[in-house]
C-alpha cells in the first residue's frame, strides 16, 4: 500500500489519528495498516499542533486528556494557561505585556495578537472577581493545512486509498505538506456549541468533479473544498451570501483569501 502524502510504497508505517488523538479521536478513526507512512507521519505533527492550538481551550474544558491518557491543560495559548488542581480546572490569564509567574514552576507569557487574538476583561463583584475571555478560531497560521489534512484523510478513510492517490490531489498533499497560498474554508457555528466529533462521506462536486468535505471538529463545521479552484466552496459561499438565515452564522477562514503561510 502506497502512503496517500508521499505515494511511497514499502516504507515503514505508523499508527496515524486522523483527528489528533489531544482532541478526543475516536478508536477506530485511525489508520494503521500502512496508509500514512513514519516520515510523512512525523513531518505532519505540527501541522497537527496547530488544531490542537486552536481548539485547546474547548478540549481543557471538556476534559479530553492529552496525548497517551496525561491529563488536559492549556500551554500554547500566548496570555493564558490552565491546568487541573484537585479536580478544578484554574485558569491564569495574562493581559500585560510581560510574563507573570502565578506559582512556581508555571510561567504566562504575555498576548500575542499576532498568534493569537485573546481577549479578556476583569470585574470586582463585592468581594469575588468576574473573569472573563474570548478568542478568536483560524488564526493559527497551519490551522487550514491542518483542516485539508483532516479531510483528505478521512476521504481516504470512507472511500479507500485509491480514491485519492491520483495526481488530481497533488495539489492538497503539496499543501499540507509545505503550505504555500492559503486554501480558504468555511465554518459555521452551531446555535448551541456542544463539543464532538463528527466526519462525513465526502461528496464529489457537480462543479469541479472532485470531492468537498464536510466535517465537525469539536463543535464547529467546516466544509473543506479539496479541487485545486476551490469553486463548488465559493459556490456555497455565494448561496450562503444570498440567504439572510445564515446571517452572523458562517465564516470563510481566512477571510483575506491572498493570506499566504
Not at 516504507?11 to 500502512?34: N, Q, R, T, W, Y
Not at 474554508?185 to 461528496?203: A, D, G, K, T
Amino acid at each position: 500500500m502506497i502512503c496517500i502524502w508521499c505515494k511511497r510504497d514499502g516504507v515503514p508505517i505508523s499508527v496515524e489519528h486522523i483527528i489528533p488523538e489531544s482532541l478526543g479521536c475516536p478508536e477506530a478513526f485511525v489508520f494503521s495498516k500502512g496508509e500514512v507512512c513514519q516520515k510523512c507521519n512525523n513531518k505532519l505533527g505540527n501541522v497537527d499542533q496547530a488544531l490542537l492550538h486552536e481548539f485547546e481551550v474547548m478540549s481543557f474544558w471538556n476534559g479530553i486528556p492529552r496525548k497517551r491518557g496525561k491529563t488536559p491543560k492549556i500551554d500554547s495559548f500566548p496570555g493564558l494557561r490552565a491546568e487541573v488542581i484537585d479536580g478544578e480546572k484554574t485558569f491564569y490569564l495574562n493581559m500585560e505585556k510581560y510574563p507573570v509567574a502565578p506559582h512556581a514552576g508555571l510561567k504566562v507569557p504575555p498576548r500575542n495578537a499576532n498568534v493569537m487574538a485573546l481577549d479578556g476583561s476583569m470585574q470586582q463583584i463585592g468581594d469575588t472577581a468576574k473573569i472573563e475571555f474570548s478568542f478568536q478560531i483560524g488564526k493559527h497560521k497551519k490551522f487550514n493545512r491542518a483542516l485539508h489534512k483532516v479531510a483528505f484523510t478521512s476521504t481516504a478513510y470512507f472511500l479507500g486509498v485509491s480514491a485519492i492517490e491520483g495526481q488530481e490531489y497533488d495539489h492538497i498533499r503539496e499543501y499540507v505538506l509545505h503550505g504555500g497560498k492559503s486554501r480558504p474554508v468555511i465554518m459555521l457555528r452551531p446555535e448551541q456549541h456542544e463539543y464532538h466529533h463528527e466526519i462525513f462521506p465526502p461528496l464529489k462536486s457537480e462543479v469541479t468533479g472532485l470531492y468537498i468535505v464536510r466535517m465537525v471538529l469539536c463543535g464547529l463545521t467546516f466544509i473543506v473544498d479539496l479541487s485545486p479552484n476551490l469553486a463548488a466552496l465559493f459556490e456555497l459561499e455565494s448561496s450562503l451570501k444570498r440567504d439572510s438565515q445564515y446571517n452572523g452564522w458562517w465564516s470563510m477562514i481566512p477571510p483575506n483569501r491572498a493570506t499566504c503561510e
